[in-house]
């Protein structure tokens, strides 16, 4: 009488593990194109700012949040008062600041889509926005030297933060267009100074800014 077997064979366990590796392999491969697609579409949210700004600027010669016609060209909207500067924080909660009724005036004018002053977030889900210097005083430094306007995204996990600094810039956190500040809670406010350098541990999280 034959004995029946009891458990798996070698040639079984040999084609469970080479399935195995195929499913991980293919799910680490999914979660690559994932993150590429993140930093392409972050990439894209820059640029198109950046060229919303610069469309705004030329069609009504001021700045978007701070123009101090938006009242008069737009019923319900509210002005900027004029000074050429963006007050406020790109992460405020005000919506009277100028730093959220930029928003309202780029999305009025058709450069940007939706309604109202609330920021939108990235492909990350943190928050978008735009501020000047430290975004308390137009002279105020943010991120070792920026005075100027800047537009700030938070929530950048470390390789997406790398990527797009390297892409966009010099891939250093302290200097050029691009800057990062290592973040410790959702949509930090932006410091003076930088990270000293980018490290990627699977675990720390940036806020970067660029210059318009």
């Not at 034959?2 to 680490?28: N, Y």
């Not at 060209?73 to 600041?97: C, E, F, L, M």
């Not at 490290?199 to 940036?206: C, M, Q, R």
Request: proline share 5%; charged share 15%.
């Amino acid at each position: 009488m034959r004995r029946k077997q009891i458990g798996f064979t070698l040639a079984e366990i040999a084609i469970v593990l080479v399935l195995f590796g195929l499913l991980m392999g293919g799910i680490l491969k999914g979660q690559e194109m994932v993150t590429q697609a993140r930093i392409k579409n972050i990439i894209a949210d820059y640029t198109g700012i950046s060229a919303a700004y610069a469309g705004y600027q030329d069609r009504y010669r001021t700045v978007p949040g701070d123009d101090p016609r938006a009242a008069q060209r737009w019923t319900g909207a509210t002005s900027g008062n004029g000074d050429g500067q963006v007050s406020g924080k790109y992460n405020s909660q005000n919506p009277a600041d100028e730093s959220r009724l930029w928003w309202a005036h780029l999305r009025r004018s058709g450069f940007v889509s939706g309604a109202g002053t609330l920021q939108p977030f990235n492909a990350v889900t943190g928050m978008i926005g735009l501020q000047t210097g430290d975004g308390a005083s137009p002279s105020g430094p943010a991120l070792g030297g920026f005075v100027s306007a800047i537009v700030c995204m938070a929530s950048m996990p470390d390789k997406i933060a790398i990527a797009i600094d390297i892409q966009l810039d010099d891939g250093l956190p302290g200097t050029g267009t691009v800057r990062g500040q290592l973040q410790t809670g959702p949509n930090p406010d932006i410091g003076a100074i930088a990270a000293s350098a980018y490290a990627e541990t699977a675990g720390n999280i940036y806020a970067l800014c660029r210059a318009l």
